[in-house]
Nanobody
Framework: QIQVVESGGGLVEPGGSLTLSCVAS????????MGWFRQAPGKEREFVAS????????FYGDSVKGRFTISRNNAESAAYLQMTDLKPEDTAVYYC?????????????????WGQGTQVTVSA
């Protein structure tokens, strides 16, 4: 079983940067993937980024490519989402996710561990 807790949301001006953090509590699995989704009011949950167990296994959603960077520290069971050049359309609740297995993945149904979410608001 995996549990995740995210933190680091807040209010930032357009063009600014913010880093989200996530810590996983893992009881059974030796390898697991971690990622981020977001959901804006009135919209479906959107894939943001996924990081497999190994450094080369990384995926990004099209809307954040080149602006967001996901990273992991396996020794600390942590994942991070560095967000730069933030836009008002990035405003959403951001969820950290995790799933057993080493491969990165994009689907909502592929993750069974979800955090409570942290609000990111991009506004002047």
């Amino acid at each position: 079983q995996i549990q995740v807790v995210e933190s680091g949301g807040g209010l930032v001006e357009p063009g600014g940067s913010l880093t989200l953090s996530c810590v996983a509590s893992v009881q059974r699995y030796t390898t697991y993937t971690m990622g981020w989704f977001r959901q804006a009011p009135g919209k479906e949950r959107e894939f943001v980024a996924s990081h497999g167990w190994n450094a080369g296994a990384v995926f990004y959603g099209d809307s954040v490519k080149g602006r967001f960077t996901i990273s992991r520290n396996n020794a600390e069971s942590a994942a991070y989402l560095q967000m730069t050049d933030l836009k008002p359309e990035d405003t959403a609740v951001y969820y950290c996710v995790a799933a057993a297995g080493s491969w990165a993945r994009r689907g909502v149904s592929e993750y069974d561990a979800w955090g409570q979410g942290t609000q990111v608001t991009v506004s002047a």
